[in-house]
């Protein structure tokens, strides 16, 4: 049996990530996956500050990866339900902050490749096989692979997805639902410019939301109740651009040359321990929510980096102090977030008068009240305390590296 001081199962963002913190700590990593994540993915993903420091942190920004991303100078929400209590549209800006950008928005196809390249280049072991099966012991834990190789380690980090095999083999159970929505992930090109701002319409089945990509292009997350999002997807290039013009009430111009599209049926997702019997979950092993407010993919990289922080000078990463602090910690930030974008989600599905009302009242309390705009905003970019080490802005302020 091979040995290693840590195993991650899964190759998406979170698990590479993880992978290469604990290798830049001198620590033996295997990656247990068949590949990397899926790079034909044709979902986008708004990494807010915090990330991008960590991404900083691991060699990989700005470089080559800044040319494909996009700055977020702004973030819009705009009321398109129709209701009879229109709340006002909102607009979140960095500058309130004294921040140029909230962040920046990654296609997953270069996002992933490269994480998965920095790996290879940190020594990181790929097994080339997905996990099979998992078993614990006191003093560590032994995986199987599919291809029948057995590997052991001090600790294991599940970032296996929302079906993770290691949270079952940890005796992890989950509150698991779903929503009545799903999504149509796409991207499409605007006469228009869209100035680098990402807008949120919140219409009756959930927020279609259009997010900026370098030049005048666009990546789109449009939640629809299922069997529209059906037709939606079996529609042809110009009447799908047709639609998104709809959509968009023509504020990007002329909507043409649509990128691939897929459709992700919406779930939430919450396990009840992030961490037990020397397994650590990081990412959709450990929570899964609707893609509102970019939260899910950084909350998932403050996972990985929560993690590898309290590993740092420990001779047995696995230990049961480590595991219950790193599940205090992520708890604190990971719950409330959710219950948020809960809350929010389910208040534009329900068609309740009272929470249509609430809705309102909330945004207009927002478009109106700076102090509390703001407290908003440095919320939605990462806890007020508790981030991890590499994600933490340099004492004199904003890197100048993370803003040009």
């Known amino acids: 049996m091979s040995e290693f001081d840590v195993i991650v199962a899964g190759a998406g963002p979170a698990g590479l ?67 009879l209590f229109k709340a006002p549209t909102i607009t979140f800006d960095p500058v309130e902050l004294g921040e140029e950008a909230f962040g920046w928005n990654f296609p997953l196809g270069i996002l992933i490749p490269a994480l998965f390249a920095r790996a290879q280049e940190l020594g990181v072991e790929l097994t080339g096989a997905d ?11 032994s995986i199987t692979t ?35 929505q799903t999504a149509l992930a796409t991207s499409f090109a605007h006469s228009g410019p869209h100035d680098g701002i990402s ?46 013009q709809i959509g968009t009430h023509g504020e990007l111009g002329r909507i043409h040359d649509m990128g691939p599209r897929r459709l992700f049926p919406m779930q939430g997702l919450v396990a009840r321990d992030f961490a037990k019997n020397r397994i650590i979950l990081i990412g959709e092993a450990a929570h899964v929510v609707p893609p509102i407010g970019a939260q899910g993919l950084n909350m998932s990289l403050r996972d990985a980096a929560q993690a590898a922080d309290l590993m740092e000078g420990e001779s047995d990463p696995g230990n049961s102090a480590l595991l219950a602090d790193y ?8 719950q409330p977030r959710q219950q948020v974008i809960d809350l929010m989600n389910r ?18 309390l927002l478009s109106q ?36």
């Not at 290798?23 to 500050?49: F, H, I």
């Open 131 to 141: 996990a099979a099966s998992a078993r614990a012991a006191s003093d560590g834990i």
């Open 199 to 244: 807008t949120e319409y919140h219409k009756t089945a959930g927020p279609f939301t259009t997010v900026p990509m370098p030049g005048n292009r666009s990546a789109l997350v449009w939640m629809e109740r299922p069997a529209r999002a059906a037709e939606l997807m079996a529609l042809s290039d110009a009447e799908l651009a047709a639609e998104i």
């Open 347 to 364: 208040s534009l599905l329900s068609g309740f008068m009272a929470l249509e009302t609430g809705r309102a009242a909330g945004m207009t």
């Open 17 to 83: 990530a993880a992978a290469c913190l604990l290798a830049l700590d001198g620590r033996r990593v295997a990656l247990v996956a068949k590949e990397q994540g899926d790079a034909s993915d044709p979902r986008t993903v708004a990494l807010m500050q915090p990330s991008i420091r960590l991404l900083m942190h691991l060699g990989l920004w700005p470089g080559r990866l800044k040319e494909a991303t996009q700055p977020l100078k702004k973030l819009r929400l705009v009321d398109d339900t129709g209701s």
């Open 369 to 404: 009240f700076g102090p509390l705009r703001r407290a908003v905003m440095q919320y939605g970019l990462a806890p007020s305390a508790g981030l991890p080490r590499v994600m933490r802005p340099p004492s004199q302020g904003t890197s100048p590296a993370l803003i040009a």
């Open 327 to 334: 599940d205090a910690l992520r708890r604190r930030d990971v």
């Open 146 to 180: 599919t291809a029948g190789h057995r590997i052991g380690a001090r600790v294991a980090i599940a970032a296996d997805g929302r079906n993770s095999m290691l949270r079952e083999a940890a005796g992890i159970r989950t509150n698991r639902w779903s929503y009545d």
